[in-house]
């Protein structure tokens, strides 16, 4: 993938960190991100908020960078928003930030990222009637214990991500009649157990 084809990743910094780190905000970047360009009102209707909500939400995502206008689509007073980044980066260090707001932040921001990968694999488990018997034998609901070094830990993850990169843009996947949007969630973290 040449360097202009590549996502738009946003290296979130303590000051951008917090313009994000609401519920809503995540909310409406992700349907953004992955349902593409809609006016405030079409998103208060799909997340079942108020149309003031979600456009005072997306003002604020777009005064950290987060979304845009979309100037393609917008008619006189409809305002058409679109996801300026495709991808988020998160600084570890932001957890230990001097500022307790930030730190608050980062906690905040790492926990609806796990709320939403929660609900986003409900979903697809209340609804897995209406998948295909081929793309449920695909799926994994894997959990695997290893002890491990925070290096070779690191090591693991590099290595999972550098595997999954590998499966995106497939050109011969963009048209399958049977392809769709996969999401693959890993999480690696240390096990207490005491």
């Known amino acids: ?16 960190l917090r313009g994000l780190a609401h519920p809503l905000r995540m909310r409406l970047l992700d349907a953004l991100r992955f349902g593409g360009p809609a006016t405030a009102s079409q998103l208060a209707g799909k ?5 003031g ?18 100037a393609e689509r917008g008619k006189g007073r409809e305002r058409w928003w679109k996801a300026a980044v495709q991808g988020l980066r ?21 926990h609806e990222v796990a709320t939403t990968q929660n609900r986003e694999l409900s979903t697809y488990l209340g609804t897995l009637a209406q998948w ?3 793309w449920n034998g695909s799926t994994d609901m894997s959990s695997m ?3 491990l070094t925070p290096r ?11 595997l999954v990169d590998s499966y995106r843009d497939l ?9 769709t949007t996969v999401r693959v969630q890993t999480r690696a973290f240390p096990l207490s157990t005491d």
């Open 53 to 70: 909500a979600t456009s005072y939400h997306l003002r604020q995502l777009a005064a950290h960078g987060f979304v845009e206008d979309d």
């Open 145 to 147: 214990t290893l002890r």
């Open 171 to 179: 050109p011969d996947v963009e048209d399958a009649p049977d392809a």
């Open 47 to 51: 997340l079942g908020e108020s149309s």
């Open 90 to 110: 998160f600084d570890d260090a932001l957890l230990h930030d001097p500022n307790p707001e930030v730190r608050g932040a980062a906690g905040l921001y790492l």
């Open 1 to 16: 993938m040449t360097e202009p084809d590549r996502p738009k990743v946003h290296d979130l910094d303590a000051r951008s």
């Open 132 to 134: 295909s018997e081929a």
């Open 152 to 162: 070779l830990a690191s090591e693991l993850t590099r290595k999972m991500h550098e």
